[in-house]
């Protein structure tokens, strides 16, 4: 059974870049057809849908994120990484990778954007 | 953007039987929108329960099922437990993005 574990910086300053990867464990990313995602929750909130990236590459995005989000696999490392850019206050929450169809999770990392 | 509208709160009795919806603002949803449910207890990940309007995953309880319903995404809880007590959010793709249901909070009383 897959599993998922997000990695990445806690704190990140206004302005800057979020940058997240989430490793993955027990299979290869690249043997198999899926959508590797990314969702969020900011504390008390619902869950937000990101994007996700295709075992080839292909990407689709949360038109509300589009302009600031880029999500790409790295194979050679089975991990897929989310960045967005020019981060707010209102990107602070907790960060989700996931395999949708798959129904794999990984524990969520907590980003908090503040100066 | 598509909206993804959910009842925000539901009451079961424990053995009783319910059912969660989930309307798309942009008419009826149908298995092109591959809907999923994913329950969620506080202060856990979500968990996956169904994919793709009715499959279930390996971990999935029997008394979980997906279908369409109305024109809406629906699932059914059968024998309801009070451990399934929890809030309920679908998800609905639209042209191959994602949005999700503002979540059901369902109570188990």
């Known amino acids: 059974q897959v599993q998922l574990q997000e990695s990445g910086p806690g704190l990140v300053k206004p302005s800057q870049t979020l940058s997240l990867t989430c490793t993955v464990s027990g299979g290869s990313i690249s043997s198999r057809s899926d959508y590797w995602s990314w969702i969020r929750q900011p504390a008390g909130k619902g869950l937000e849908w990101i994007g996700r990236v295709h075992t080839s590459g292909s990407t689709n995005y949360n038109p509300s994120l589009k302009s600031r989000v880029i999500i790409s696999l790295d194979t050679s490392k089975n991990q897929f990484s989310l960045k967005l850019s020019s981060v707010t206050a209102a990107d602070t929450a907790v960060y989700y990778c996931?395999?949708?169809?798959?129904?794999?999770w990984g524990q969520g990392t907590l980003v908090t954007v503040s100066s | 953007q598509s909206v993804v509208t959910q009842e925000p709160s539901v009451t079961v009795s424990p053995g009783g039987t319910v059912t969660l919806t989930c309307a798309s603002s942009t008419g009826a949803v149908t298995r092109d929108y591959y809907p999923n449910w994913f329950q969620q207890i506080p202060g856990q990940a979500p968990r996956a329960l169904i994919y793709?309007?009715?499959n279930k995953h390996s971990w999935t309880p029997a008394r979980f099922s997906g279908s369409l319903l109305g024109g809406k995404a629906a699932l059914t809880l059968s024998g309801v437990q009070p451990e399934d007590e929890a809030e309920y959010y679908c998800?609905?793709?639209?042209?191959?993005?994602?949005?999700f249901g503002g979540g059901t909070e369902l109570t188990v009383l």
């Open positions: 998800l609905l793709y639209f042209g191959g993005a994602g949005v």
């Open positions: 793709s309007t009715d």
């Open positions: 996931t395999t949708i169809s798959g129904g794999v």
